[in-house]
């Protein structure tokens, strides 16, 4: 069936290599590498971080394996960046569920504990969206959090994303299914 409208962003946008950024703040993404694998092992046995995501890593091996999921998973307009400081890892930042056609993506991170109190997330946050927006044409980026989660719901807030609504048990975590706060931001924000 034909369309009516054309892609937002066109799919060929992610056939070039996945980019670094740079904040103004002296923070940077940049991809994931092999190298970094004991460092998201590590992150994944943080008590925090794992609280808010349904897997863990089970060895240094299969988190080398997510790592090249990430890179493949470029192509399709979902990146995954290794937020550094001073070249030593934060946190993690990306884009996922990217929906070209809608010009629609989610922010997602995570902050490795010694980093925290240091707005990283709301540091790296904006320099992604920034690129998103400015750079890629993204129209919306969303972030979704769970009720119970704090701080990402300051996060979002400090980062100028909107309060949108709560979806009622829309994620799951390792504790059972959570209502969660559904934020957005816009490119005409």
């Not at 091996?61 to 890179?71: A, P, S």
Request: proline share 5%.
């Amino acid at each position: 069936m034909p369309e009516l409208m054309s892609a937002v962003i066109d799919p060929g946008t992610f056939t070039t290599a996945q980019p670094t950024l740079t904040g103004a703040d002296g923070l940077s993404l940049r991809p994931w590498t092999a190298t970094d694998a004991r460092t998201v092992y590590e992150a994944f046995r943080d008590p925090a971080i794992r609280h808010w995501h349904v897997r863990t890593a089970d060895s240094i091996e299969e988190v080398r394996q997510w790592i090249l999921r990430w890179g493949a998973a470029w192509s399709t307009g979902n990146g995954q960046w290794a937020v550094t400081s001073n070249g030593e890892v934060a946190g993690r930042i990306g884009l996922r569920q990217s929906d070209l056609a809608e010009g629609v993506t989610e922010l997602a991170y995570w902050t490795l504990p010694a980093w925290r109190g240091r707005s990283i997330a709301p540091r790296a946050a904006n320099t992604l969206t920034r690129w998103a927006f400015d750079d890629i044409g993204f129209d919306r980026i969303e972030l979704t959090h769970s009720v119970q989660n704090p701080p990402s719901c300051r996060v979002a807030v400090k980062c100028g994303f909107a309060f949108e609504g709560t979806l009622r048990e829309a994620g799951r975590h390792s504790d059972g299914r959570h209502d969660m706060h559904l934020h957005a931001r816009l490119r005409t924000d």
